[in-house]
């Protein structure tokens, strides 16, 4: 019963503006209307672009939110709701279960994008995946007593290509197993647990329940939830007697799928990492990519393509899904702000190629009787296989060594036993299915018998709620206090705290909780205990308020709720959410955050990549700590102004520092990003005991780096003089990223012949535009300059670029001192000047990199004897001062390169006035003399060259003025008494004719 190949049906799904967006009034650059969906690029005039889809839903605007919380269409306005999103996919995907095809539905989209509401939704919001779980029993309840039903589900999650179980507490090491079954060759997970279920609200419940285990898991192994996939299965069947009288057993899978948020290439980093191999950032979700395209290309015709279904866990579970036996339908979420339009267009162009795929799905039915009896038979097979041993069939064993062979044949009985498994599991299914409902109902019932309890007291005792990046894990675990006494600690800590913690920076003896009548207070279980309470780290007992924010260790973060004593303090707002919690604590490291709306986007996008990746950094020093790397971390912010060039946007890097001998590192946002996932991956193994990591040689440890040359500081010579033939001669401040003064550098500039002898002094460009077409050359003089820091003796050079260049110039290294002498020069030849020329002249200007050596010094053994943690502990002592008031300045208006521009003006003004004060002296000059010579010599012709010569030497409005002055005095020649109208012209000097005054007024001017 196949179906001719149908297509993947995609859907597009904008979302309202989020709190930060509204806040600096971020701009709308999505536009839907019908089928199409339009994309406006904020920063240019350009058309908008646009895209077609299957269905495109308007959730940006015109909703209400009813009492009961739902959101819903105003009268008249096109928002989708949840339901209208039900209705279109979900019913689709309930008629094809029913029918018996396979199913599967996939959300893909950038971090925040609105992912997860889609699909599972929040509080009354109810996504598709529990509406479809509801209406699949109540399709069952009204549908025919005949059929015999049975719902299984499961719930995992793929991060860092690891495969964990949602619905057990405990995983094993590496995660579960992916294998593929032999006979029909999918992929599936190895000891996956998956739930007999009989009603929605068991199926509703086992959604929160793997939800809170990956809350724990991931606050735990301070994982990135939003870069996990959630798969959740259900497995539909429907046993029924056909005409034969025969049971035939129809079966449907249906797969539910959260994506990991897509980002872009360049911010999930690794560009230009020495061990961007080694991370499995996003493999799942840029394999899925692979996939999607090459399957929308075998569609569209190609030949020949192989799709790499097996290059990532996610994409061989899914591989029926995309590319087989299934019904399958792709929600893209789109974000409708301004900042995110890179990101957007780069879904909307992944769902364009998703539409292309098609599938073939297949009714799944089978006669019940046939199926169980192949799958004994094959299991007596399998059963025979093991017993056997030596049966095990080894191919191309010739040349293995008896290692290899024998650790090949343990695999494959690994496989075999895992067949088995797998195979025992489908029997369960048919004939153990009562007794297998009847067991996961009672671990059901117990399970949700607390959970209601638990419920009950968070309205009456005093209790510390998590808050987590992702608003789907936040709320998820919850602490009571209402013990006399809590403690909080690793479960390592004798005797064992009330509450264990488990990650990073967390100590044994944590914290210690009292409570008394209500009042809860905290204070830190011991020294270097971290615990943030609202942002400032805590020394001392504190007493907590309703809504007070707590960070444990570097990841562990909570809302303290008191119901006892519900007055919160001033300024905390009635909702306290994971983005406020972060907020605060960059706003204590000085990082100005408040007030998004005067900033430009530019800075608003840095902004928000600090507070993304202020967390990051904190958990990379902890990590650091834990594995004693002798490393630290910082977020550094770069003004566009400390960059090479000018009008660069500001950049947020990261400063690694060996604490051991000072050198210094600076990490692209991407690459910080690959590295911590490196780390995290290092610690884990650590945790789990893995020896080998603290023994990996040091080109694959993500806290090493070679030794490289470290960027002091720049500066900038702007090149107006250039445009007037004039040179440039100063001394410019060199500062570094943060705008503090490393030094001095002298730089010149001088306009030269193509041999680079300096243009004349009487060589004057009025008018830039004079140079067009002609040749010019120029010549850049690194004379020296004066470094501030002692440790910068090791080496000294200046790199820079000219114009376009592609490559930079390099000056000599000198080593030895902190005033090197350079006295670098080349020329710089523009054969024919043109329009982008004298616009770089006009407004560019060459940027000079001063570049330090750093070696790699043995550090001095006291210091080695130190931990990384007294290391930092140290170093923050001698870095506090200033730190928090220069940092809070960076989102600012950085004015730094507009200083050294005007600067640059002021000097060029002045250097022309000079030449126009000379001028005019020598014009008077030559008036002077005129005048002074007795009348019979006042020879016109030689002095109309005189001034001629100075004039047109000089300035447009001189030119102009002395212009008219000739004529005027050409005026006086023509009329033939040279003599007398010279005599007339000097007593007319006068003030009775004005225009040789106003000539005049322009000379001295
Ligand atoms: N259609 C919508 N209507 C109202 N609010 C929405 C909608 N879509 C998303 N949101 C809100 O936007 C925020 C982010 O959405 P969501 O958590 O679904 O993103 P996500 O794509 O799953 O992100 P991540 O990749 O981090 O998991 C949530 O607070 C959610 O409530
Ligand atoms: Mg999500």
Redesign the pocket.
């Known amino acids: 019963m196949a179906e001719a190949g149908e297509s993947v049906k995609v859907a597009v799904?904008?979302?309202?503006f989020?709190q930060r967006e509204k806040d600096r009034g971020a701009k709308l650059i999505i536009e839907m209307s019908g089928a199409q969906t339009r994309i406006k690029n904020p920063d240019t005039k350009d058309e908008p672009k646009m895209f077609a889809f299957d269905f495109s839903?308007w959730?940006?605007d015109g909703?209400t939110e009813q009492p009961n919380g739902v959101?819903e269409a105003k009268p008249g306005s096109k928002y989708?709701s949840?339901q209208r999103v039900f209705d279109d996919l979900g019913k689709g995907v309930l008629d094809n279960a029913f029918k018996g095809f396979n199913c599967s539905l996939f959300?893909y989209?950038?971090?925040?994008?609105?992912?997860?509401?889609?699909?599972?939704g929040?509080g009354e919001?109810k996504g598709i995946v529990p509406i479809t779980c509801d209406e699949l029993f109540k399709t069952m309840a009204k549908g025919n007593s005949d059929v015999k039903y049975q719902i299984t589900f499961s719930m995992l999650e793929i991060y860092n290509e690891q495969v964990r179980d949602l619905l057990q507490k405990n995983n094993p090491k590496g995660g579960l197993q992916v294998r593929q079954n032999p006979k029909l060759g999918l992929f599936y997970v190895q000891d996956l647990k998956k739930v007999a279920v009989g009603s929605y609200q068991e199926i509703e419940k086992r959604i929160a329940e793997g939800t809170a285990n990956r809350t724990v898991a991931s606050t735990n192994m301070n994982a990135t939830?939003?870069r996990a996939h959630t798969v959740v299965t259900i497995i539909f069947e429907q046993i029924s007697k056909n005409e034969a009288g025969q049971e035939t057993k129809k079966s449907s899978t249906i797969n539910l799928v959260?994506?990991?948020?897509s980002e872009r290439a360049d911010s999930t980093g690794a560009t230009g990492d020495r061990l961007k191999e080694g991370a499995n950032i996003n493999k799942s979700l840029s394999a899925l990519g692979n996939v999607i395209s090459a399957l929308a290309d075998l569609s569209m015709g190609k030949k020949k393509i192989m799709v790499p279904y097996r290059d990532s866990v996610l994409t061989k579970l899914l591989q029926n899904a995309l590319g087989g036996n299934s019904k399958t339908v792709m929600i893209a979420?789109l974000s409708p702000a301004d900042i995110n339009y890179d990101e957007t267009l780069s879904t909307l162009r992944y769902a364009d190629r998703a539409k292309k795929i098609k599938n073939k799905a297949v009714v799944n039915e089978n006669p019940l009787d046939k199926m169980i009896r192949e799958l004994r038979e094959e299991n007596e097979k399998l059963k025979k296989a093991l017993a056997g041993g030596g049966a095990i069939p080894i191919e191309g064993g010739s040349g293995m060594s008896p290692e290899e062979r024998e650790k090949m044949r343990r695999e494959m009985e690994e496989e075999i036993r895992a067949q088995l498994t797998a195979n025992q599991e489908a029997l369960d299914m048919g004939s153990g299915w009562e007794e297998k409902m009847k067991r996961d109902q009672a671990e059901y019932d117990a399970e949700n018998r607390e959970k209601t309890m638990a419920e009950e007291r968070k309205n009456k005792e005093p209790h510390f709620m998590n808050l987590n990046?992702?608003?789907?894990l936040s709320g998820m675990i919850v602490y009571f206090v209402s013990a006399s006494k809590t403690t909080i600690g690793r479960k390592d800590a004798d005797p064992v705290p009330t509450i264990t913690l488990s990650g990073l920076s967390i100590q044994k003896n944590h914290a210690v909780i009292t409570n008394e009548g209500g009042e809860v207070t905290l204070q830190p279980g011991g020294p270097g205990a971290k615990i943030k309470v609202n942002g400032a780290p805590l020394t001392g007992p504190r007493t907590l308020e309703h809504l007070d924010r707590v960070l444990f260790g570097s990841s562990h973060m909570y809302v303290f709720k008191n119901p006892l004593k519900p007055k919160k303090a001033d300024g905390t707002p009635d909702h306290v959410d994971w983005d406020f919690a972060q907020t605060e604590i960059a706003q204590a490291k000085g990082f100005a955050t408040g007030g998004m709306a005067g900033l430009t986007k530019d800075q608003q996008r840095a902004q928000e990549q600090v507070l993304e990746i202020l967390p990051l950094v904190t958990e990379a020093n902890a990590m650091s700590e834990e594995l004693n790397k002798h490393k630290s971390f910082e977020v550094i912010l770069i003004s566009g102004a400390a960059q090479e060039g000018a009008g660069k946007e500001t950049k947020v890097m990261v400063k690694m520092k060996n604490l051991l001998n000072g050198n210094t590192w600076l990490w692209e946002r991407g690459k910080f990003m690959n590295r911590r996932y490196l780390m995290q991956d290092m610690y884990q193994r650590w945790l789990d005991g893995d020896e080998d990591v603290m023994k990996i040689p040091k080109e694959e440890d993500p806290f090493w780096e070679p030794t490289e040359d470290v960027l002091i500081g720049s500066c900038n010579a702007f090149l107006q003089s250039l445009g007037y033939a004039l040179d440039f001669d100063d001394s410019l401040a060199v500062t570094d990223y943060k705008g503090t003064e490393e030094g001095q550098m002298s730089i010149v500039l001088t306009p030269s012949t193509q041999a680079g002898k300096p243009l004349d002094e009487e060589m004057f460009v009025d008018d830039p535009q004079e140079l067009l077409g002609k040749p010019f050359y120029f010549k850049v003089t690194v004379r020296n300059c004066d470094v501030n820091k002692a440790r910068y003796s090791k080496g000294l050079f200046v790199k820079y670029r000219v114009f376009n260049e592609a490559e930079y110039t390099q000056t000599p290294t000198l080593k030895g001192s902190l005033s090197p002498e350079w006295n670098h020069s080349r020329i710089v030849s523009f054969p024919s000047v043109t329009k982008e020329h004298l616009d770089y002249f006009d407004s560019g200007c060459i940027t000079f990199l001063l570049y330090g050596v750093q070696e790699d010094v043995v550090p001095d053994s006291k210091l080695v004897k130190m931990s990384t943690k007294e290391l930092r502990e140290m170093e923050s002592k001698t870095q506090r001062p200033g730190l928090g008031p220069r940092r809070s300045t960076s989102f600012g208006l950085d004015s730094s390169g507009d200083g050294t521009q005007l600067k640059a003006e002021f000097v060029l003004l002045q250097r022309k006035y000079e030449r126009l004060e000379k001028k005019e002296r020598r014009m008077q000059e030559i008036c002077r003399e005129w005048e002074s010579k007795p009348s019979e010599q006042q020879q016109f012709e030689p002095f109309f060259r005189a001034v001629s010569a100075v004039a047109y030497s000089t300035g447009t409005k001189l030119k102009t003025r002395v212009h008219l002055l000739n004529q005027v005095l050409q005026k006086g020649s023509k009329n033939g008494d040279t003599v007398k109208k010279r005599g007339h012209s000097k007593t007319q000097k006068g003030d009775k004719q004005p225009a040789e005054n106003q000539s005049k007024a322009c000379i001295v001017m």
């Not at 799904?13 to 309202?16: A, D, E, G, L």
């Not at 989209?109 to 599972?120: A, D, F, I, L, P």
């Open positions: 799904r904008v979302r309202p989020n839903y959730s940006h909703y959101l989708a949840q959300a989209g950038q971090t925040g994008s609105g992912k997860s509401y889609s699909m599972v929040y919001n939830s939003s959260d994506l990991a948020g979420a990046e992702d608003p789907l």
